[in-house]
């Protein structure tokens, strides 16, 4: 007995020192420090910059080049006029810069594809961005109904070690008149020490499940958290609303894109095949001058503007073999989204199967919840009034901890099921 208050005790104060925790707080908590979703949102940084006309390869390109060159010249030089020219060390200079600018004209419409597959990878990231963010409030939500279960099972617990406690009362009560023996006695002290034990070790299922939570909340998974809600599971879903709206998902939204996405790589690929067309303008600057020679200095600068023209011939049929390349890359991504569509289909079917069956579970356990009750504190009476035996008590105590423990139980599967129909379907609310 002394036991069972210090344990009591020790819960108590750990309660107080707990930081209460809802569900919207940890949801808004977790989508503030999850990891997953800072990458997903670094991505769609990263696609919205390149997507760019200059990435796609459609704005100029301007480039300017220097050279500076001393040297020393041996010269020898017999010219027609019969002057021979012959030094040695001739100091000499050479320089030569220019600006050059080179603008893409026509490539077989590749800078327009790669420009649209830009856009559809910055779209494309921006829903995994919302499928992490989905992801993250499920198993938010998921983690914290279960802690909510746990604790329910504790209260059940709590609930039949009061019981105990009375009984173990009652017999004390009884051997200090001699109407019970110390074999009823110790029985009922191992019953009791059993159900502490029972007690700890749900507790501890409690502060793992706390554990978990934390993590996705990329908190300190050492903080102390209290948490005082109940499971309500929403019983008015139906299988065909969740059907119509599984094409509403990112995944289905982010595996469509990328059949875009492919369609465009093959345009892009195709139009290799295509001559390409550029304008070429620049500006350039030659100096050269020497100490000896029949040529002292030459000099040559000034604008010029041009057109250049590459046609591709032959390379061994490498861009055919890339465009068929691309198209089975598209056949594959439409493969890709059919098993996604496919997959999301059959989890909320057999999610739908299990949220339906444990909602009409529920209704048949709440009643053998409530029964289980009664029952033990009708046989806890009897028990006081010499009607009922200890075994009679436990076997009460067993049947009402059973059914605690299913109800419980079906509520979270209820829940979890309920939570994962929503997301596949993106309808997902807190």
Known sequence: MKKFFIITFLI??????????????????????????????????????????????????????????????????????????????????????GVAGSF???????????????????????????????NTIATVMTEYYDVVRQQSYLRTLDTSIRVQQQQLNIVQAQVSVGLANNADLFQTLLDLNELLQSKQSQMLIINQAKTSLLTTLTLKPDSLIMIEDTIVV?????????????????????????????????KQTAALRYPSVYANSGYNYNRSQTSAGNVLLNQSYGPYIGLS??????????YKRLQRVAAINT?????EQNIVVRDNTSNAVKNYEAYENSLQQLKTEKESYLLAKQLLDLVLLKFQLRVAS?????????????????????????????????RLSNQLNF
């Not at 709206?245 to 875009?260: C, E």
């Not at 056949?331 to 493969?335: M, P």
């Not at 049947?399 to 829940?415: D, P, R, T």
């Open 12 to 97: 108590s104060t750990q309660v107080i020192a707990q930081q209460p925790l809802h569900l919207n707080d940890a949801i808004n908590t977790a989508l503030k420090n999850s990891y997953d979703i800072e990458v997903a949102k670094n991505n769609v940084q990263i696609t919205a910059i390149n997507n760019n006309y200059g990435v796609a390869g459609g704005l100029p390109v301007v480039s300017g080049t220097g050279t500076d060159n001393e040297q020393l010249i041996n010269l020898n030089q017999q010219l027609n006029t019969g002057t021979h020219i012959q030094r040695r060390n001739a100091a000499g200079n050479s320089l030569i810069s």
């Open 104 to 134: 893409l004209l026509f490539n077989g419409m590749r800078v327009i594809a790669n420009k649209q597959r830009l856009e559809e990878l910055e779209k494309q990231n921006q829903q995994y961005l919302n499928a992490a963010i989905e």
């Open 234 to 266: 929403d019983s008015t879903l139906m299988l065909d609303n969740v059907m119509n709206n599984l094409h509403n998902s990112p995944d289905v939204a982010a595996a469509g894109i990328q059949i875009t996405i492919n369609q465009l790589l093959e």
């Open 309 to 318: 023209l590459s046609v591709p011939i032959y390379n061994g049929s490498i």
């Open 331 to 335: 056949k594959n991504a439409q493969l």
């Open 390 to 422: 200890i075994i009679d008590v436990k076997n009460a105590q067993q049947s009402f901890e059973n059914a605690g423990y299913v109800l419980v139980n079906l509520s979270y599967a209820a829940k979890a099921s309920e939570i994962e129909m929503k």
